[in-house]
């Protein structure tokens, strides 16, 4: 079984966009559950680990980076 480690702060995509066609969601919680608001609309969910092991698709952080090397 996967084990998908997130902290505070962390932007993460998951399988299925939200309802508001945003699938950017931003970690607000980490416990039993995880929490996770929604980039686009700010809605905040609560799902139970598992299920966001199953649900998680990947992290934004690379991408964000990726934007950011304009410094050169
Ligand atoms: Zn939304």
Redesign the pocket.
């Known amino acids: 079984m996967r084990i998908v480690s997130v902290k505070i702060g962390d932007l993460v995509k998951l399988k299925k966009n939200?309802?508001?066609?945003?699938n950017r969601w931003k970690v607000y919680k980490v416990g039993m559950d995880i929490g996770l608001e929604?980039q686009?609309?700010?809605?905040r969910v609560k799902l139970f680990r598992r299920d966001f092991n199953r649900r998680f698709k990947g992290y934004l952080k690379e991408e964000i980076e990726e934007s950011e090397n304009f410094k050169g």
């Open positions: 939200h309802p508001c066609g945003e929604c686009g609309c700010g809605r």
